[in-house]
């Protein structure tokens, strides 16, 4: 059984209805936020290789579809950006990501909901592996492009990246 704190790796897929809309590995601590803290949290208690979870709109691990966070942007920003404003492009904008779904000569509609938001998905979880802690920040090193950054020393892992000791730090690993 599956409990908070958790090493683990596993592939993940979701789907809405029979379109599989994403599909990749997926690699964190249960609990710590890492991954996406609401699907962390469905699979505390959980157990098996092998674990689906469904959500409807209202459930969303990824949030409702919020009205408000579709916004018109002038055209001018993106003009002051050299950026061409076409459908589906994706844009960031004080730190926030949206995507591109209408455009005029001097507005352009954008849609800061997460795409997954407001939808009935299904999510499935398997290959799932325990890891132990070295285990976990090896891969989770690797992930980021890092080799040979975790030691054993003295029964104390050290760990030589500024840049995962951080992450390390923030979520608790």
């Given at each position: 059984?599956?409990k908070?704190?958790?090493?683990?790796?596993?592939?993940?897929?979701?789907?809405?209805?029979?379109?599989?809309?994403?599909?990749?590995?997926?690699?964190?601590?249960?609990?710590?936020?890492?991954?996406?803290?609401?699907?962390?949290?469905?699979?505390?208690?959980?157990?098996?290789?092998?674990?689906?979870?469904?959500?409807?709109?209202?459930?969303?691990?990824?949030?409702?579809?919020?009205?408000?966070?579709?916004v018109?942007?002038?055209?001018?920003?993106?003009r002051?950006?050299?950026?061409?404003?076409?459908?589906?492009?994706?844009?960031?904008?004080?730190?926030?990501?949206?995507?591109?779904?209408?455009?005029?000569?001097?507005?352009v509609?954008?849609?800061?909901?997460?795409p997954l938001?407001?939808?009935?998905?299904?999510?499935?979880?398997e290959?799932?592996?325990?890891?132990?802690?070295?285990?976990f920040?090896e891969?989770?090193?690797?992930?980021?492009?890092?080799?040979?950054?975790?030691?054993?020393?003295?029964?104390?892992?050290?760990?030589?990246?500024?840049?995962?000791?951080?992450l390390?730090?923030?979520?608790?690993?």
């Open positions: 059984m599956l908070e704190g958790d090493y683990i790796e596993g592939k993940i897929k979701i789907y809405e209805g029979e379109k599989l809309l994403l599909e990749d590995k997926i690699l964190t601590k249960l609990g710590s936020g890492l991954y996406n803290k609401e699907i962390e949290n469905n699979l505390i208690g959980k157990e098996g290789e092998k674990i689906e979870l469904e959500f409807d709109e209202n459930n969303n691990p990824f949030g409702k579809r919020n009205p408000k966070n579709i018109i942007v002038p055209a001018k920003v993106f002051e950006n050299r950026l061409i404003p076409i459908p589906g492009l994706v844009v960031n904008m004080d730190g926030k990501t949206g995507i591109v779904l209408t455009v005029n000569s001097d507005r509609l954008v849609d800061f909901n997460h938001a407001g939808k009935k998905i299904k999510i499935i979880i290959d799932i592996k325990k890891l132990d802690r070295k285990e920040l891969k989770l090193a690797q992930n980021l492009g890092y080799k040979d950054v975790i030691e054993e020393k003295d029964g104390q892992l050290i760990i030589k990246s500024k840049i995962l000791e951080s390390v730090q923030r979520f608790s690993l």
